[in-house]
């Protein structure tokens, strides 16, 4: 679990992160969403893995026929309720990413965003497994991260952020290859194709690799056969 998204980018002070984003920035959200909503249907069961103040959720609502949420920050929680309005088709819960309280095949469609990958500071494999077990045969497991050369814009957002006190002051001497370092310990890397596609071969699937924008990369885990996922999936464990 990453403290940080607990405690200091958490609720409010994680919404300044996104509403102070440069243009590039934007443009490069906007395209992620609009690929996951190419890929969702009408009336799929739709989870995001570390959902935050609803960003993501808000559109979502308007295709999936029922939306679920979890964060580990109650109080960015409580601001997602309040941001995507009083659906009752939306479900946010208070949960960790790895140890997910729902039953095998429980959804369409399995999305963790913006880099997860590497900010949620979880072991990646049990992450991988655990968004897996929840997707039913026939749906999709999401995950995004950077692409390598979208690296100028990565690091003015940070640096805003920084100047706004919202994470700490960039240590220039250790930021660098991909990874932006913070003073605080605070740090945002990112994963490549080379290392997703690793990371997936003890479970018996090859993903689907997409880059969007030149700014991000999307890995699409298409979940097929239930039996031999589970096998792999308790392999793994």
Request: hydrophobic share 40%; aromatic share 8%.
């Amino acid at each position: 679990m990453n403290a940080y998204y607990l405690t200091r980018l958490s609720g409010k002070r994680l919404q300044q992160v996104y509403e102070l984003a440069p243009e590039r920035i934007r443009k490069h959200l906007s395209a992620e969403i609009r690929y996951v909503m190419e890929r969702i249907h009408e009336g799929d069961a739709v989870l995001e893995l570390g959902c935050g103040y609803g960003r993501v959720l808000k559109p979502l609502l308007g295709k999936a026929g029922t939306v679920g949420g979890i964060d580990i920050s109650a109080d960015s929680l409580a601001l997602a309720r309040e941001y995507v309005g009083d659906h009752v088709n939306c479900h946010l819960f208070k949960m960790n990413a790895v140890t997910l309280g729902f039953a095998d095949g429980q959804f369409d469609v399995v999305l963790c965003l913006e880099n997860g990958l590497s900010t949620f500071r979880v072991n990646k494999r049990r992450l991988v497994r655990e968004a897996m077990r929840v997707t039913r045969p026939g749906g999709v497991v999401i995950f995004s991260t950077y692409a390598k050369d979208f690296w100028e814009p990565r690091l003015e957002w940070m640096e805003l952020q920084a100047r706004r006190g919202l994470v700490g002051e960039i240590d220039q001497e250790r930021t660098g290859s991909g990874t932006i370092m913070c003073k605080d310990g605070h740090r945002i890397g990112l994963v490549t194709p080379e290392d997703f596609i690793y990371l997936l071969a003890e479970f018996n699937t090859v993903p689907r690799v997409v880059e969007v924008d030149s700014s991000g990369v999307i890995f699409e885990i298409h979940i097929r056969n239930r039996a031999i996922q589970l096998s792999s999936l308790k392999a793994s464990a």
